[in-house]
């Protein structure tokens, strides 16, 4: 059974980057799609971007500027780096694996998530 | 971007009702839409892919319709588990896109 499990920081100041690992078992990182995805407090689902193929990334256009997701195939693990953060950036950040052109595209294994507040 | 929106935004239903959710791109997205449920603190699950095909291990119970612009999610017979907020997402063009989510509590 895949599993996902978001680690890093709880706490970020503003102007600094927010920096996430995702860590995937049960399964190899080397194929489908890695995704990053936050939600804010009391808000919807915003789609961060994904990578996959050890390397193609597509990002969110309103966030593009300020994120780089990159994967270690060795440790099975992908990363999130959202910089010069502010308060609208604090949210829950999934990561989950999404199956590919093949089945359209959509998310079957997400982590539970973890909440990253920006304040000083 | 694609905007998807979801109605209502709550609703309250009892044990056995059926449920009906409704989502409506902004423009056609054929059937690349996809339907999640999320219980608080848990992470978002899959329920309903391609607007209509059941994820593994979903109940029969949940089904999914639609095409171009308007897509439905019905839970035939409220169950206490299924109590829970549920998102749709487009996947026919990117950035992937959500509608705002609708919670479904109980009467």
Avoid at chain 2, 64 to 70: E, L, P, Q
Wanted: include cysteine; aromatic fraction near 12%; proline fraction near 5%.
């Amino acid at each position: 059974q895949v599993q996902l499990q978001e680690s890093g920081p709880g706490l970020v100041k503003p102007s600094e980057t927010l920096s996430l690992t995702c860590t995937v078992s049960g399964g190899s990182i080397s194929s489908y799609y890695w995704s990053w995805i936050r939600q804010p407090p009391g808000k919807g689902l915003e789609w961060i971007g994904y990578i996959y193929n050890s390397g193609i990334t597509n990002y969110n256009p309103s966030l593009r500027s300020r994120v780089t997701i990159s994967v270690d195939t060795s440790k099975n693990q992908f990363s999130l780096k959202l910089s010069s953060v502010t308060a609208a950036d604090t949210a829950v950040y999934h990561c989950a694996r999404d199956r590919g052109p093949s089945f359209g595209y959509n998310f079957d294994h997400w982590g539970r998530g973890t909440l990253v507040t920006v304040s000083s | 971007d694609i905007q998807m929106t979801q109605s209502p935004s709550s609703l309250s239903a009892s044990e056995g009702d059926r449920v009906t959710i409704t989502c409506r791109a902004s423009q056609s997205i054929s059937t690349y839409l996809n339907w999640y449920q999320q219980k608080p603190g848990k992470a978002p699950k899959l329920l309903i892919y391609g607007a209509s095909s059941l994820q593994s291990g979903v109940p029969s119970r949940f089904s999914g319709s639609g095409s171009g612009t308007d897509f439905t999610l019905t839970i035939s017979s409220l169950q206490p588990e299924d109590f829970a907020t549920y998102h749709c997402q487009q996947t026919y063009s990117t950035p992937w896109t959500f509608g705002q989510g609708t919670k479904v509590e109980i009467k």
